[in-house]
């Protein structure tokens, strides 16, 4: 531990992150950066931290050679954190002859084992070709099974994922590891040394020499994909790329925190990647199936009742086009508690329908539980009259044994085919429902008119987003759609591979 300069950056955060750190750690110094651009970093000032009474540079003090916490001004994002973290080293603890050997990039949710890093350092030390070391991501809540090793880029289509294609060099040597192995994840017992395309900045040992050479984040990207984008980067300046397996390290697998924002980030992100390493005809063709995909699933979005959802992924097919990286400036409707949600909504009284999509193999019980949710929560506010009516839309393969229960709200069940959406919907054109309700932004049913919509995520049951929707919405929203796909048609058949000068990407 005495050997280790550690650097902590805060990325904005307003919850007293800092003070708490500063308190149970004491730093050597806590600096602030109070830039709002990812590639401008600017260390300002710094405050060494006063002397806790009863604390003496004894036993008690950190074990570390430094440590050192950056306030950043700005949520820049875990691509911005990293090139936080990057460029305070660079100006500030790299020593010239003395120079720095590793830099490890952590994410702030990962438990690490006491061993980690000494695994990735004897790895990057057996070969001065080995330029990033990652570890193996075992999953936080059930400690026995892998969920993420070896990842590879498909250099036709762009997608990145466990196997390499056919046409990958490594193609027959991974399809004998995992003939041995028994496969990418679960609960085997992986060891070894793997060389990949990609392996995870949750947990990701850089040698700096190398980083000074290849560089630092690309700073448009925010987050997602700027790992893979790094890793990519690090084989055109002559290293090599490997994953760990005896470094194991636990966190959350990436895709239970995908929402309608993070997805704007990967979607967006993947783009960019593809631009930077494709070329030609094939970079054409790839850049316009991507956009067609995202402006496909934009109108397909708000024709089922996501209305923000699609504006979201609108955006991310438009912001591609037009360069616009960093944060995206909306995120939808702010959560409100169910009661407050309802009645924002007009969904309220005996006389409001609210209608339930159950698409998901799961969403009877969500809806049941939804309207158990919501009349507790009447009765404690002592407006258990306010109740509305129920309505469940349910898809044919949805499993529904409470279907012919007394007092269970009504069914409308529907079929996957337009013969049966068209004829399950024609009464509600005249008379639409109040508010639909939609779990985990999952629906099937193209409801043609809808007043609000109500989105509950059922990682957080009690609050829902609101949002307005009517014709007048929907062809507003197809009007900016138009637009957009003009711009990505014309921008498909322009695009040229993406050359970055400088140090950040």
Excluded at 196 to 205: G, K
Excluded at 357 to 384: F, G, K, N, P
Aim: net charge positive; charged share 25%; aromatic share 10%.
């Amino acid at each position: 531990l005495g050997r280790l300069d550690v650097v902590v950056v805060d990325n904005g955060s307003t919850d007293g992150t800092v003070d708490v750190l500063a308190a149970a750690w004491r730093p050597d110094a806590i600096v602030d950066n109070p830039t709002a651009h990812a590639d401008q970093p600017a260390f300002v000032s710094t405050v060494v931290p006063p002397v806790v009474p009863g604390r003496g540079d004894g036993a008690d003090r950190h074990p570390f050679a430094s440590l050192t916490i950056i306030r950043n001004g700005h949520n820049l994002g875990g691509c911005g954190g990293f090139n936080t973290g990057l460029a305070f080293l660079e100006s500030r603890l790299d020593r010239g002859a003395d120079r720095l050997d590793y830099a490890w990039l952590v994410d702030d949710d990962v438990d690490l084992p006491y061993t980690a890093l000494a695994q990735l350092v004897r790895t990057a030390e057996s070969d001065r070709s080995i330029g990033l070391v990652g570890s193996r991501t075992v999953d936080f809540a059930d400690r026995l099974t892998t969920i993420e090793t070896t990842i590879y880029f498909d250099p036709e289509q762009g997608w990145m994922g466990p196997d390499p294609t056919p046409a990958h060099p490594m193609f027959e040597d991974h399809r004998r590891w995992v003939g041995a192995a028994g496969g990418t994840r679960g609960t085997m017992p992986f060891s070894g040394v793997r060389p990949v395309d990609v392996v995870s900045a949750c947990s990701l040992l850089a040698r700096w020499s190398a980083v000074q050479k290849v560089g630092f984040w690309d700073s448009r990207f925010f987050i997602y994909c700027d790992d893979a984008d790094w890793c990519l980067r690090f084989p055109k300046a002559g290293y090599r790329v490997v994953l760990d397996l005896d470094a194991v390290v636990y966190h959350t697998y990436w895709l239970s925190k995908l929402t309608p924002v993070r997805a704007y980030y990967s979607q967006r992100n993947l783009v960019w990647l593809i631009q930077k390493n494709f070329s030609g005809s094939a970079l054409r063709r790839a850049t316009l199936r991507r956009l067609a995909a995202l402006l496909r699933d934009s109108r397909k979005a708000m024709m089922h009742c996501r209305l923000f959802h699609a504006e979201i992924i609108r955006r991310t097919a438009d912001d591609i086009v037009r360069d616009r990286g960093g944060k995206l400036d909306q995120e939808g409707p702010a959560g409100l508690p169910l009661i407050r949600a309802f009645d924002c909504a007009g969904a309220l009284g005996a006389r409001a329908e609210v209608l339930v999509m159950c698409s998901h193999h799961e969403s009877i019980a969500w809806a049941d539980q939804l309207r158990t949710r919501l009349q507790y929560a009447l009765l404690d506010a002592d407006r258990v009259r306010d109740l509305p009516r129920f309505t469940y839309m349910v898809r044919d393969s949805v499993p529904d044994s409470g279907a012919a229960s007394g007092g269970s709200p009504t069914r409308i069940v529907f079929a996957p085919n337009r013969a049966s959406k068209w004829a399950a919907q024609r009464p509600m054109l005249r008379n639409p429902p109040a508010a639909v309700v939609i779990f985990d932004q999952h629906n099937d049913f193209p409801l043609l008119r809808s007043r609000a919509n109500i989105h509950i995520d059922r990682r957080n049951p009690g609050i829902a987003q609101v949002e307005a929707d009517g014709i007048g919405r929907r062809l507003a929203f197809l009007c900016r759609w138009t637009a957009t796909a003009a711009r990505c048609l014309l921008y498909s058949i322009r695009v040229r591979p993406y050359e970055r000068s400088g140090k950040y990407g």
